[in-house]
């Protein structure tokens, strides 16, 4: 019953989130909506173990990136009501279609599978915890080469960021 | 032995380079010397080659020079027999006479070598022709033919009517030729050889499939190269070239090779009634229009012109009738007195510093006597006057018709009638020139250099004796050629009574025709009894411009073809061919930017195809299993 | 009782990358379809923890480690591209930037 429950109940705010962020039209409410998709999936995050990839979630996802998405919102101050209606010419069709062929091809995997999904490997009995340490052990003997991309990768993120946004008119005439 | 006829048949060719080489070198003189003394072998050692074969009971000679095509097999082989033999002595003596003749005639002109080069490749091609051993060296000699004929056609070729000239002989050749060429394909098929006494043996034995298309097809071939109704509009326009050439070429030689060849081919020729119904119709009314169209010509040598076909023509009614000795008699003896003709013809237009028109000239037998004189014999051979030659072969034609009976009377009758035309023509012809008494100013012509006069006076005597090699007294050309029609069923001449008949008939055709020349033009005796004839306008309109043939000719072929060709090339060229490319093209260049449509640049739709299409593609690897079982 | 099996989690996690898309196609104001990114990102991460649990290796975690990263720099580079963008039209709207159509 816990177990359900603790399912059951960020798994419908993770989804009442993301109905939240592509539905509503003042930008702040999407964020909030995607605030709260983030940390319901840290909770789940915790129930399947992985609880080292949880705080990071939530720090990194939750903390720094849903910061830095509010800044931009109101830095460039989208005020603007959105249009609601479609402009380009048969998106409308396309994206409709592409709904019908999303929703008749899972039900009929899921119907010619009799309601349960057909995975090949069973599940093993005993998981792994997410700990610190064990995350550690794997990430810097076996990863530690992607490691370190990554972090190259940052920076470069960092000194693109600064060039793209740098605006070279800023500086008075003397 | 039967090496020396490589030296008859090439030594002209070798002459013809050798002259190409030196001709810068050499003055007139020194080419003169070579080109004349080259002929004079020729001609001797074919003396030599026929005694040899007159020794031997003219059983036929061969000469295998090499194997061409190994299977089916195809030789290039000479055959001298008693019909190439004559053909060979006729040619290599004519080419002695008339280069004699050229050197005078056309001295001082800025091509002379090139005339001889020409003349000298035409008798080496002739040469072949007549002393080929299958059908396929004849074809080399007769294509070759037609090209020299070209070359020395349109010699002045500055002048934009001589080049159209020889593009016209080349092309009604030509017409003729695709007639041969399907002629020996048809040979080839239905026989395996080219060789002609493989073939004659084989239709001789029963073998007669297809003969008569083989026949016909020849027969086309021979229509083009001897001028014959439909194809004979090129040679009265032939006489754009060097009169000696026409001599040679246009009276001699290249327009009998269509009689040389049907005569050749006479053992499967008497098999085919419809050809031979063929030829005799187109030689009578070729004979006929020719003749027609002669009595009102105002050219010296277009008069000659449409006197050649008509001979021809009548040489086609012997061939016609079965008399095939006949037709090569007429042939030698034609031969004679048209060379003889032409070649005076030429003297008188060199005098009389190439004016060509004879009612511009008159009375000029007191400037030019020998060339009057040698003229005169030409004319009286012509019209049929005995003893001389064109007497004893004409009538013989005449004769053979006859004998065959039935419906050949008409023919024989309608023949008459034009050997009444000839005698008409050529006399009024001769009158003109030499007789008659008119106002023009000839006080500056003097008698030809004597290089010309000697060839006439040699050709003169020929024309007057050559008739005696087959009279009905004398059948020598008949025992000559008796070896090569020996399985050839020939008409022969009526016996007693009805010849000499037939004789008297033909000779009071003969003089009445000349008498009545002279009566309308020297004594104007119609205007003496001031005779109206009706119509006389268009009578002499419809004889001077050929019945209008070649206007007929003209509207029908040249524009016909000239509108039909431009229709072709803006309808089915333009239009369609470059429609469809043009409709090709243009379907990609819409269709391309129909699809291009789909690059909007924005991002939303092209994250939707993404989405879209891929899932089409999970889709396709999930169903096509299911679909499987 | 009802067990909560990996098949759950997996469900969960494509009906969230499906509500992402749609909102790709849907929306036209760039920052909104970021976000619609992220979901789809989050969604990602999710499966691979379900992975990781079901089979039970740590290589699951480690990848979501890595894919929060690269999400991280993705959306810093991203938001400032939007920022110069937007400086120069001042509307928010992305169907305005047509200059790549062929």
């Known amino acids: ?174 | 032995m039967e090496n020396l006829l490589l030296v008859i048949i090439f030594l002209p060719l070798l002459t013809a380079l050798g002259i190409k080489i030196i001709s810068n070198l050499v003055n007139e003189l020194l080419l003169n010397f070579l080109t004349i003394n080259s002929a004079l072998l020729s001609f001797a050692t074919a003396c030599g080659m026929f005694g040899l074969l007159l020794t031997d009971k003219f059983k036929p000679i061969h000469l295998e020079l090499f194997t061409w095509i190994p299977s089916p097999e195809i030789l290039f082989e000479f055959t001298l027999d008693g019909l190439s033999g004559i053909m060979m002595l006729l040619v290599t003596g004519l080419s002695v006479v008339i280069q004699i003749f050229s050197t005078s005639y056309m001295s001082k002109d800025e091509n002379y070598s090139k005339y001889f080069i020409y003349f000298n490749v035409f008798v080496f091609s002739m040469l072949l022709l007549v002393m080929s051993g299958n059908f396929l060296v004849m074809f080399f000699g007769w294509e070759l033919v037609g090209l020299s004929s070209y070359l020395l056609i349109s010699f002045w070729s500055k002048k934009q009517s001589a080049a159209k000239a020889g593009n016209k002989a080349f092309i009604l050749n030509r017409i003729g030729d695709f007639g041969f060429l399907v002629g020996l394909m048809l040979t080839l098929n239905t026989f395996g050889t080219f060789n002609y006494e493989k073939v004659f043996s084989e239709v001789l034995n029963g073998n007669r499939e297809s003969l008569s298309i083989i026949v016909i097809c020849f027969i086309i071939g021979a229509f083009g190269k001897s001028a014959q109704f439909p194809l004979f509009s090129w040679l009265p326009d032939a006489m754009e070239g060097p009169t000696p050439a026409s001599a040679l070429i246009h009276a001699a030689t290249m327009v009998t090779a269509g009689v040389f060849m049907l005569v050749r081919i006479s053992p499967i020729l008497q098999f085919s009634e419809t050809g031979k119904l063929i030829i005799i119709t187109a030689g009578l009314l070729t004979a006929l229009i020719a003749a027609f169209s002669a009595i009102n010509q105002d050219d010296i040598k277009k008069v000659l012109a449409y006197s050649t076909i008509s001979q021809l023509g009548f040489m086609f009614i012997a061939i016609g009738s079965g008399a095939y000795v006949a037709a090569i008699f007429h042939l030698v003896t034609h031969a004679f007195f048209k060379a003889l003709l032409f070649l005076g013809a030429g003297a008188v237009i060199h005098e009389m510093h190439h004016e060509q028109n004879i009612h511009k000239m008159g009375n000029l037998k007191t400037k030019m006597p020998i060339t009057a004189a040698m003229m005169g014999i030409g004319t009286l051979a012509i019209s049929g006057i005995p003893p001389l030659a064109g007497f004893w072969s004409k009538d013989e034609i005449l004769a053979s018709t006859f004998a065959n009976g039935g419906f050949y009377y008409g023919y024989w009758a309608l023949s008459l009638l034009a050997a009444f035309m000839t005698a008409f023509y050529m006399g009024r012809h001769w009158l003109l020139i030499f007789h008659k008494e008119t106002g023009n100013d000839i006080s500056q012509v003097h008698e030809a250099p004597k290089a010309m006069v000697r060839p006439l006076i040699v050709l003169g005597i020929f024309s007057f004796f050559i008739g005696f090699i087959n009279t009905p007294f004398f059948h020598g050309l008949e025992k000559v050629l008796e070896e090569t029609l020996h399985y050839v069923d020939i008409t022969h001449l009526p016996e007693g009574i009805t010849l000499i008949i037939l004789a008297v008939v033909s000779i009071g055709a003969g003089f009445t025709g000349l008498l009545l020349a002279y009566l309308i033009y020297i004594v104007d005796i119609l205007a003496y009894f001031k005779v109206k004839i009706p119509l006389k306008e268009e009578i002499k309109e419809l004889s001077s411009n050929t019945l209008y043939l070649n206007k007929f000719g003209e509207v029908i072929f040249v524009k016909g073809m000239k509108s039909f060709s431009r229709k072709t090339a803006v309808v089915v060229d333009g239009l369609l061919i470059d429609g469809l490319v043009n409709k090709i093209s243009s379907l990609f260049y819409n269709s391309s930017q129909k699809v291009s449509k789909s690059q909007n640049g924005l991002v939303r739709s092209y994250v939707v195809y993404f989405g879209f299409f891929m899932l089409l593609l999970i889709g396709l690897f999930i169903a096509t299993p299911w679909v499987l079982n | 009782m009802i067990e909560v099996s990996t098949d759950w989690y997996l469900t969960l996690a494509a009906i969230l990358f499906s509500i992402g898309f749609l909102g790709m196609m849907i929306r036209k104001n760039a920052l909104i379809m970021f976000m619609c990114i992220e979901l789809m990102l989050n969604s990602v991460n999710l499966t691979f923890i379900t992975a990781s649990k079901h089979f039970g290796t740590i290589e699951g975690q480690i990848s979501v480690f890595f894919v929060l990263v690269v999400a991280a720099a993705e959306v810093v580079v991203g938001l400032a591209i939007i920022v110069s963008i937007f400086k120069k039209q001042s509307s928010a709207s992305v169907d305005l930037l047509r200059t790549s159509r062929g």
Do not use: C
């Open chain 1, 1 to 174: 019953m816990l177990e359900l429950l603790l399912f059951a109940v960020p798994a419908g705010l993770v989804i009442l989130g993301a109905l939240i962020v592509i539905f509503a039209k003042n930008p702040v409410h999407n964020s909030m909506g995607l605030v709260l998709t983030l940390a319901s999936l840290a909770i789940i995050y915790i129930t399947l173990n992985a609880t080292f990839v949880a705080m990071v979630q939530m720090l990194v996802y939750a903390g720094a990136v849903m910061t830095l998405f509010l800044f931009v919102i109101m830095m460039i101050g989208v005020d603007k009501p959105e249009q609601t209606r479609e402009e380009i010419k048969g998106q409308t069709l396309l994206v409709s279609g592409t709904l019908f062929i999303l929703i008749g091809l899972v039900s009929f995997i899921v119907v010619n599978s009799g309601f349960k999904w057909d995975l090949y490997f069973p599940a093993v009995e005993y998981s792994l915890e997410g700990t610190p340490d064990l995350i550690a052990a794997s990430l810097f003997t076996e990863w530690v080469l992607p490691f370190e991309i990554i972090s190259l990768l940052l920076i470069v993120a960092t000194a693109a960021a600064i060039a793209l946004a740098y605006d070279t008119k800023v500086r008075k005439p003397k």
